[in-house]
T-cell receptor, first 114, second 113 residues
Framework: DQQVKQNSPSLSVQEGRISILNCDYTNSMFDYFLWYKKYPAEGPTFLIS?????DKNEDGRFTVFLNKSAKHLSLHIVPSQPGDSAVYFCAASANQGSQGNLIFGKGTKLSVKP | NAGVTQTPKFRVLKTGQSMTLLCAQD?????MYWYRQDPGMGLRLIHYSVGEGTTAKGEVPDGYNVSRLKKQNFLLGLESAAPSQTSVYFCASSYHVLNSPLHFGNGTRLTVT
């Protein structure tokens, strides 16, 4: 039973446009959400996070939106750049991460075309 | 600043062989984790440690053992490798307990034939 779902395996976007990556979750106990970016042959790197007490968090070109009632979060990248091409993982944890582990989605491969 | 270092980067084992994957972090992090990533799958937690001398099971612990004898090191052992353990293994660490992002190593690609 997948608790964190990324239903789009891939996404292709033109450089300069907006990229929107989506993530759904089923566990209502999740209260901390993160996005990681992963390049081939490297480990995932932390991108941005959001606590359940907020509905939006912004960091430069990256914004994460959280809709708790829909159990849905999204990552917006504006403007998209070719260097953003990577696999993006959504992750969630319960109890503000106090259990010391995250549940990851399967990832969405973003391709940004020049 | 090396961050999280995993050794080896690649390894091929025969069924039934054993091996140990080493993870070292130089960030003085309390928490350390071992994840595996399979094609088309997200990262799944194998075991984790909340401090030196402690370990706990994650989502997929069977067939693996871990040890955290020193704060900076977290070892993942396969006592009798099986083809189902062919995967990419990622080690990670984090500083605080609450709302703390994980820092990952670059992975170990293991093939069991």
């Amino acid at each position: 039973d997948q608790q964190v779902k990324q239903n789009s395996p891939s996404l292709s976007v033109q450089e300069g446009r907006i990229s929107i990556l989506n993530c759904d979750y089923t566990n209502s106990m999740f209260d901390y959400f993160l996005w990681y970016k992963k390049y081939p042959a490297e480990g995932p790197t932390f991108l941005i996070s959001i606590s359940s007490i907020k509905d939006k968090n912004e960091d430069g070109r990256f914004t994460v939106f959280l809709n708790k009632s829909a159990k849905h979060l999204s990552l917006h990248i504006v403007p998209s750049q070719p260097g953003d091409s990577a696999v993006y993982f959504c992750a969630a944890s319960a109890n503000q991460g106090s259990q010391g582990n995250l549940i990851f989605g399967k990832g969405t491969k973003l391709s940004v075309k020049p | 600043n090396a961050g999280v270092t995993q050794t080896p980067k690649f390894r091929v084992l025969k069924t039934g062989q054993s091996m140990t994957l080493l993870c070292a972090q130089d960030m003085n992090h309390e928490y350390m984790y071992w994840y595996r990533q399979d094609p088309g799958m997200g990262l799944r937690l194998i075991h984790y440690s909340v401090g030196e001398g402690t370990t706990a099971k994650g989502e997929v612990p069977d067939g693996y053992n871990v040890s955290r004898l020193k704060k900076q090191n977290f070892l993942l052992g396969l006592e009798s490798a099986a083809p189902s353990q062919t995967s990419v293994y990622f080690c990670a660490s984090s500083y605080h307990v609450l709302n703390s992002p994980l820092h990952f190593g670059n992975g170990t690609r293991l093939t069991v034939t």
